[in-house]
């Protein structure tokens, strides 16, 4: 049975930063290209960042150099670094596979203020 537990959200300044987590159960991270969602308020669910298995980082169009994506294979956990914080980072943050399967954790929360 797949489990997605993420956290380590919050309230944070723009122009701070944050890392958030997913430990995963039913996947094997390392094996399986995973990524990073999130869905802002009032938008549909979107893709943030992927990592291969060979772990290959893309992050592209949400500010590569600004976010990281990385994993720990021994914790079968997810990571996303978030620096240089916008409020249009603000939203719930999930992950799953690189490309999503229909199941999602409930998501941590981040909220970037101004």
């Known amino acids: 049975q797949v489990q997605l537990v993420e956290s380590g959200g919050g309230l944070v300044q723009a122009g701070g930063s944050l890392r958030i987590s997913c430990v995963v159960s039913?996947?094997?991270?390392?094996?399986?290209?995973m990524g990073w969602y999130r869905r802002a308020p009032g938008k549909e669910r979107e893709l943030v960042a992927t990592?291969?298995?060979?772990?290959?980082?893309n992050s592209e169009g949400f500010g590569k150099g600004r976010i990281t994506i990385s994993r720990n294979n021994a914790k079968n956990t997810m990571y996303l670094q978030v620096n240089s914080l916008k409020a249009d980072d603000t939203g719930v943050y999930y992950c799953?596979?690189?490309?999503?399967?229909?199941?999602w954790g409930r998501g941590t929360q981040v909220t970037v203020s101004s």
């Open positions: 799953n596979y690189a490309s999503w399967r229909p199941f």
């Open positions: 039913g996947i094997d991270v390392s094996t399986n290209a």
């Open positions: 990592i291969t298995r060979g772990g290959t980082e």
